[in-house]
């Protein structure tokens, strides 16, 4: 294969002929939010996107598509990665892919030996990822598997098609590792005592994850909805962080078509 000149381009992304004025990109992040097309549902979140899309030369509808917003970060879904892999010249096979785990041979021109990926339960264990019941990586193993493995491949071998971005699980999973600012031993004691009056109880809070388990993305937007308003209303900020949690992993599984 020839390799004297490979650039990258995402596939199906040709540049738009349009610049659009901040009062349209305006107007189109609030048609965006208000439709929940894509799942998005948020003002801000729909305009940092028509954003991205304006400083790429996209047309918006397909970085509301290929891209995502995962607490405040602009994430690049692993379907996107693979295809904007593929079609700059890589070429990926599939040696495994089930509940077991997923392995795959990623080769690309810019990338001078073949490579191998592999991620099954145990990996994930190690990294923190699985373990917990009721976790995606319980849930549905293959496709978070999947997604791991995609995005290390093509990270490894082609980076330039992930446009430095982590994909929707990377940054859940970032999220959850990240540590409160510390306290002092009174002020923690306090806020303790003040969230344990007010906070949910485990088997309310279960009822409210539980309502988030759908099939379509219209359901889930609004059983997080009443979820979130719940949990709002109860000034529960650890239930609040655990329904968006859940309402992310949930989101990014129907988009990729993982939910049967």
């Given amino acids: 294969m020839d390799k004297s000149v490979v650039s990258h381009q995402p596939a199906a992304n040709l540049p738009s002929p349009l610049s659009y004025s901040f009062d349209q990109i305006g ?10 097309l894509f799942g998005v549902k948020d003002v801000d979140q729909a305009l940092s996107l028509m954003f991205y899309a304006q400083a790429t030369g996209r047309h918006p509808a397909l970085i509301m598509r290929d891209y995502d917003i995962i607490q405040g970060r602009l994430a690049k879904k692993s379907e996107t990665m693979l295809r904007d892999f593929q079609a700059s010249g890589g070429r990926v096979k599939w040696t495994q892919y089930n509940d077991a785990g997923a392995e795959a041979i990623f080769t690309h021109p810019l990338s001078p030996d073949p490579v191998t990926v592999k991620w099954d339960l145990d990996r994930a264990k190690k990294a923190g990822l699985a373990g917990k019941d009721g976790s995606m990586y319980t849930k549905y193993p293959a496709a978070m598997f999947r997604s791991r493995v995609v995005s290390e491949g093509v990270r490894t071998t082609a980076p330039d098609a992930t446009e430095a971005m982590y994909t929707p699980q990377e940054l859940q999973a970032m999220a959850a590792e990240e540590t409160p600012e510390p306290v002092t031993v009174t002020a923690a004691v306090t806020q303790v005592a003040d969230e344990s009056k007010k906070a949910l109880s485990p088997e309310e809070l279960k009822e409210l994850i539980d309502s988030m388990e759908v099939k379509t993305i219209p359901e889930l937007m609004a ?8 949990a709002t209303e109860a000034r529960d900020s650890a239930a609040r962080k655990k329904i968006k949690s859940v309402y992310d992993e949930t989101k990014v599984a129907l988009e990729t078509g993982v939910v049967p």
């Fill in 27 to 36: 107007r189109m992040a609030a048609a965006f939010a208000k439709g929940g």
């Fill in 223 to 230: 059983a997080f909805e009443a979820a979130y308003t719940r």
